[in-house]
Each structure stands twice: as structure tokens, then as C-alpha cells.
């Protein structure tokens, strides 16, 4: 049985780790969601400035990724609260948006603490 992930965030990471998982033995991607829309990010998944063009069929549909005879459902929600991860039956989900919000927190907190940021 394979665990059932899904993606958020599709920016540069969410995309390779999306490709990387492509053809994973054990793990399936069932969702993405990104604020962006579909149209670009199937774009941006297909040609890639570092790893080349995704040699694969890509079509979107109703808010569908295809890719050859996969399908992915993709979200455009801000509040990952209101993601239906448990209907969709998914394990875990890679947070991709988290980690720059949490490294901007962290920057912040460093310069407050250095005195560069005012209180």
C-alpha cells in the first residue's frame, strides 16, 4: 500500500519533489495546491530551467494535472485548513510554504535581536 501524500506549494521545491516522486515505488502524490494557477504551474513542471523538460504528456482539466494517464487534483486555497486532505485520504502532507515563512521568521528574529529591526 503506498502513502498517500500531497503538496503544498508548487514553487521550484514543490515541483522537483513533485518530479522526484513521479515515479516513486511507495509513495503517491493524490493533490497539489498552490495559489497560482494551474495553466502556469503545468508549464513550469514541464520545462524546467535546471532539470530539463519533464519528458511526459501534460494537460490540465477542470482543475486536473495529467500526467500521461495520472491525474492530480490541484487546489488554489490560502488556508490549508479548508483542504480536504481527509476526504482525499491523504497520510502526510509536504508543506512547501511553510519553510519560507519560517525562515522569514526567523530572519526577523535575528535582526530584532541584533538591533537592525525595530521593535
Known sequence: MKIRVAINGFGRIGRNLFRLLLNHPNIEVVAI???ADIKTMSHLLKYDSIHGILQRSISTENETLSIDDLKFQFFHESDISKLPWKNLN???????????????????????RSGSLSS
Open 33 to 35: 495546491n498552490d495559489i
Open 90 to 112: 491523504i497520510d502526510f502532507v509536504i508543506d512547501q510554504i511553510m519553510l519560507l515563512d519560517g525562515l522569514l521568521l526567523f530572519e526577523a528574529s535575528l535582526k530584532k
